[in-house]
Each structure stands twice: as C-alpha cells, then as structure tokens.
C-alpha cells in the first residue's frame, strides 16, 4: 500500500510568489491535513480537508489556501510568499479518528 | 498554537539505557499520540492511547496516559542509536471541526554509543 506521498519535495520560491504544494492520501483515506513546521514554532495545524470540504483551518492569513480533488488528493496553495512562510509542509492523512495519521515526507519551501 | 508541552526539551543518553519523555495536555482529548521525526523528515506514528486507556506496549515502547494530570509518558526501553530522533505528542479533540491532532513542543533524543 502506497503511502501519503507529497510533492515537490523541495520548492524555491521569490517573495511575493506562488507556491502549489501537492499531496496523495492512502488510498480510501478521505481526510487530508496539512501542517507546518517552521524553524522555532514547532508542528502548526494549517487546514483539515474531509470529503472534498474544508472543515477546519488553523490561525493562519487567508494567503493560505487549498483545495480536496474528487479523488482525495489536495494542494495547499500559498500567495504572496513572505520569506517567514519558508518551512516544512507536512500532509497527514488518517482512516478514522481512532487511528494513528500517516505522514507524508514534506515539501521544504524556501522563500528567498 | 500547541496543545501542550514536553518535557524534556532534549534528552541525551547512552545506548542501552531507557528514555523516558513526557507531555502535558490542556484539554479534554479523545486520544493521544507519538510521533517520531527523524531530522527534517516526516513524521512516524508510534503509538495511540485513548482517553479511556491508562497505559499501552508495542515492542520497546510504554506509553501512560493520566487523564486527572492531562499527562502521558513515553519510554523507550534499550534504547538504540537509531533510536536518535524528536518525539512528539499529539492529542486528539473529537468535537466535529477540531478533530485535528494537536502537536507538543517535542523532545529531541540523542542517544550515544
């Protein structure tokens, strides 16, 4: 059983860019988190996706967004980068609220 | 913002001897978790504890749980120098739109030959 796989696996990005990060559940998974990990602050939820909806999002600016496809697999779309935006993004998915989540290997996203 | 804290912040033994990590929580959970991370990679899930759990086993890992401390403790018996990573707890809040796991501060464990 393939596992939660993420893309890419390194980005750099100009300030004020775009940045698309993409992620692939396990397969019959229908929730998709995603989290960042910024030098310093630790894992921060960034936004919960379950059956195409977005059902939860963590305290951060409307600059962060993202999407569930019909399939599961989600993007986390970040605009007008700012160089503290520079971090690893972390996918989880998870079968149930009583199983553990499987992670994916992250996206590290360099602003420069 | 973190649920909670561990403590230590890091943790550096020899190999063979036992780890002990623990985590404090603030509010009431559905269940908690380890993770392991090992330097900048994703996260591996070790062990979940439901609320209703007091302590669990799997290979050389503990885990307690005490609801009444909002506590919980991992030990990693033996330890080896793979086991050299962060750790990290999470907590579970089943309460519709903030199921989501909350992560800790994490520990940082190294373990020496």
């Known amino acids: 059983e393939a596992g939660v796989t993420q893309s890419p696996t390194h980005l750099i990005k100009t300030r004020g860019q775009q940045a698309t990060l993409r992620c692939s559940p396990i397969?019959?998974?229908?929730?998709v988190y995603w989290y960042q990990q910024a030098l310093g602050l630790g894992l921060q939820f960034l936004l919960w996706y379950d059956e195409g909806e977005e059902r939860n999002r963590g305290n951060f600016p409307p600059r962060f967004s993202g999407r569930q496809f019909p399939n599961y697999s989600s993007e986390l779309n970040v605009n007008a980068l700012e160089l503290e935006d520079s971090a690893l993004y972390l996918c989880a998915s998870r079968a149930s609220i009583n199983y553990g989540y499987t992670f994916g290997s992250g996206t590290r996203l360099t602003v420069v | 913002s973190q649920q909670g804290e561990e403590d230590p912040q890091a943790l550096s033994i020899q190999e063979g001897e036992n780890a002990t990590m623990n985590c404090s929580y603030k509010?009431?959970?559905?269940?908690l978790q380890w993770y392991r991370q090992n330097s900048g990679r994703g996260l591996v899930h070790l062990i979940l504890?439901?609320?209703?759990?007091r302590e669990k086993h799997s290979g050389r890992l503990r885990v307690t749980l005490d609801t009444s401390k909002k506590s919980s403790s991992l030990l990693i018996t033996a330890s080896r120098a793979a086991d050299t990573a962060s750790y990290f707890c999470?907590?579970?809040?089943?309460?519709?739109?903030?199921?989501?796991?909350?992560f800790g501060t994490g520990t940082r464990l190294q373990v020496t030959l």
């Open positions: 397969s019959g998974h229908t929730s």
């Open positions: 504890i439901r609320s209703n759990e």
């Open positions: 509010t009431s959970i559905n269940n």
């Open positions: 999470a907590t579970v809040i089943n309460t519709g739109t903030a199921s989501k796991l909350t």
